[in-house]
């Protein structure tokens, strides 16, 4: 098994653990099973693909549904946390790349987040 085979299969495993977790049965056969990748080029541009089982059931609808609201609710942070630091054990070499893209990370999400115009707690205060 090649590198990258190693990898989609680790990182098949991980999703399956995750969706494990919320309760979804993943010992179906391996005919069964689909894949999101995400790739991005250095021009910026994101790829995003999903290969679809040939024997599609509700279960799959299911399960593509959760990830899918996983990815996009932020449920899967610790997940891809987890999958970050495993690539740091694996490839040492990486760590200071990696440092700058979780660096970079925690900006967008810190820029993304609005407070309110009046905070609740200052509604609380006897004046």
């Known amino acids: 098994m090649d590198e990258e ?3 989609e299969e680790s990182e098949l495993n991980e999703i399956q653990k995750h969706l494990e977790s919320l309760g ?3 010992t179906q056969n391996e005919i069964d099973a689909f894949k999101i990748s995400f790739s991005v080029a250095a021009s910026g ?3 995003v693909s999903l290969d679809w089982p040939e024997e599609s059931s509700e279960k799959n609808a299911e399960m593509t549904a959760t990830l ?3 990815l996009d609710s932020g449920l899967l942070k610790n997940l891809m946390l987890e999958s970050i630091m495993n690539t740091i054990e694996q490839y040492p070499e990486s ?3 990696i440092q700058k893209v979780v660096e970079k990370w925690a900006e967008l999400e810190n820029s993304t987040h609005t ?3 009046i905070k ?3 509604t609380l205060n006897n004046s």
């Open 115 to 117: 407070n309110p115009c």
């Open 68 to 70: 899918l609201f996983s």
């Open 5 to 7: 085979s190693k990898k």
């Open 24 to 26: 979804f049965d993943t």
């Open 95 to 97: 760590k200071g790349d």
């Open 45 to 47: 541009i994101v790829d």
């Open 120 to 122: 609740p707690s200052d």
